[in-house]
Nanobody, 124 residues
Framework: QVQLVESGGGLVQAGGSLRLSCAASGRTFSSYIMGWFRQAPGKEREFVAA????????AYADSVKGRFIISRDNAKNTLYLQMSTLKPEDTAVYHCAASTRLQVSDRRTDFRSWGQGTQVTVSS
């Protein structure tokens, strides 16, 4: 099992940027496909982005494509989400998650290990 801890959330104005980090410990970080999901109040948790074990093949939700970049540093056991041109509708708790599936996926059920999340609030 891998343990995940997110950081980097906060309050930002619309149009601003934030960089989220997810520190992993426990089992070998590079053996997992990693992803970011978010959950706004009253809404279901939704896919944001995912990345393959080697750091390539990023996948994004249409709502964040062109604005967010997912990356990872396997030497530092850390996953990142660079968020730019933020919008009020990006406000949510952001969770990182780990998957042992063979391919990058956007399905929440493919990810078995989750962090507690970090709050991102975008003001208009």
């Amino acid at each position: 099992q891998v343990q995940l801890v997110e950081s980097g959330g906060g309050l930002v104005q619309a149009g601003g940027s934030l960089r989220l980090s997810c520190a992993a410990s426990g089992r070998t970080f590079s053996s997992y496909i990693m992803g970011w999901f978010r959950q706004a109040p009253g809404k279901e948790r939704e896919f944001v982005a995912a990345i393959a074990r080697s750091g390539d093949l990023p996948a994004y939700a249409d709502s964040v494509k062109g604005r967010f970049i997912i990356s990872r540093d396997n030497a530092k056991n850390t996953l990142y989400l660079q968020m730019s041109t933020l919008k009020p509708e990006d406000t949510a708790v952001y969770h990182c998650a780990a998957s042992t599936r063979l391919q990058v996926s956007d399905r929440r059920t493919d990810f078995r290990s989750w962090g507690q999340g970090t709050q991102v609030t975008v003001s208009s």
